[in-house]
């Protein structure tokens, strides 16, 4: 028996969990301090009523013989496929059921979707980058180039005709940066695929946020996409469902490539390695598209976004550079004074009592930045600014 030797290639533990147990530590040392959590980036706002109340009703119909359920489809129930579809199609996008796979999550469809490239592939990710892409190829031995995101290019980087890469990864809103791609530069990068015969994996996670028309929230708003793009979106961040879990990936069926489809092989992956996700929270998250779900979700997102516009404002007086915060949850912000962000964590933590997620986590460009949430509780967000204006003026 030999073991997967790719695994010490990774970093001792996944970022979040590293963060976790400093944090655990700090309050088990000092447990009358009030700790602000602005560092993973996790939902605070309760799930809402119409999701609530689908899903106490599905629980209800697992309780009665008549309307009990088994096993369900492995690619998602076609109540919720259907919404989904239409949530597409109000967007101008349209996407056929079969297309539509749901999912426990964006991380496990991240991890998961692997199982279709050949390990010889090169994988450009770009850098800072949500830890999850790169661990995923690590594990798997795959050799990854990275695609510089800095501040010169506003941490959106574009393709490089020079590099010849195979599985291309792309998140817009970005985590960590919060930086959205525009049309134009998304065409870009449609067509390095097309002309490369690549594969872009697409992460619309945090779609959901953007305000506006112009940014584009699916990749497949993009000429050619259809033929060069897999898309990745989820529930966490849109319906409050981090704890909940669900999520859905879009495998178009012209994503053929050596005379495969993509899309039947992961039907073909799907219905032998999962049994999909519960009834009942699919049932809850089919509610998020029904327009009081609809409603009462953008209340939530709203709630969020006027926290990073909080964040942001802060930024701004005291005179620190950040990106995002207007199309994300995200603030992605220089360190004031400190060049190691494992440094300034510490110094947040003890000092402000504030944990922020340090950028050198998500990569060796993420040095000297650091990533606040706006997913906290308003009372949180408008305690942690008046902290960090303090703390900023001492430093
Ligand atoms: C993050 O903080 O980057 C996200 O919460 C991670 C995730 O969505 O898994």
């Not at 008549?66 to 076609?78: D, V």
């Amino acid at each position: 028996m030999k073991l997967n030797k790719n695994f010490a290639n990774l970093q001792e533990s996944y970022l979040f969990s590293k963060i976790a147990k400093k944090v655990n530590s700090f309050t088990a040392e000092n447990p009358n301090k009030k700790i602000i959590r602005l560092g993973i980036g996790d939902v605070t706002l309760p799930l809402v009523p119409v999701v609530i109340a689908a899903m106490q009703e599905a629980v209800a119909e697992m309780g009665d013989a008549k309307t009990f359920k088994g096993y369900g489809p492995e690619q998602g129930y076609s109540f919720l496929k259907e919404n989904i579809q239409k949530y597409y199609k109000s967007r101008n996008i349209n996407i056929v059921e079969r297309e539509i796979f749901v999912s426990d999550g964006t991380k496990s469809d991240l991890g998961n979707i692997l199982d279709l490239f050949d390990k010889e592939n090169i994988a450009l990710i770009p850098d800072p980058v949500y830890p999850v892409y790169v661990d995923t190829n690590r594990m798997a031995g795959r050799k990854i180039i990275f695609a510089n995101a800095t501040q010169e290019n506003t941490f959106l980087p574009l393709p490089d005709r020079k590099v010849k890469a195979d599985i291309i990864y792309l998140c817009s809103p970005n985590n960590p940066t919060g930086a959205t791609y525009s049309k134009e530069q998304l065409k870009e990068w449609v067509e390095y695929a097309l002309a490369n015969h690549a594969i872009i994996l697409y992460d619309a996670a945090y779609e959901c946020f953007i305000q506006g028309k112009e940014i584009p929230r699916s990749i497949y708003e993009i000429e050619g996409a259809k033929e060069c793009a897999i898309e990745l979106c989820s529930f966490s961040k849109i319906a409050g469902f981090t704890g909940t879990r669900c999520a859905y990936i879009i495998v178009p069926e012209a994503l053929i490539f050596d005379g495969m489809s993509c899309n039947k092989m992961w039907l073909r992956r799907q219905s032998t390695k999962s049994n999909g996700v519960s009834y009942i929270v699919q049932k809850g998250a089919a509610a998020v598209f029904t327009a009081a779900g609809e409603k009462q979700v953008q209340q939530n997102i709203a709630y969020y976004m006027e926290n990073a516009k909080i964040l942001a404002n802060c930024m701004d007086a005291l005179d620190i550079w950040y990106t995002g915060g207007q199309h994300s949850p995200y603030i992605w912000l220089k360190c004031p004074k400190f060049k190691d962000s494992w440094k300034f964590f510490d110094y947040l933590l003890e000092k402000a009592n504030i944990v922020g997620t340090p950028g050198d986590g998500f990569g060796k460009n993420g040095k000297g930045y650091f990533r606040l949430t706006a997913f906290g509780d308003r009372e949180n967000i408008l305690e942690a600014v008046a902290r960090l204006k303090k703390l900023v003026h001492n430093i």
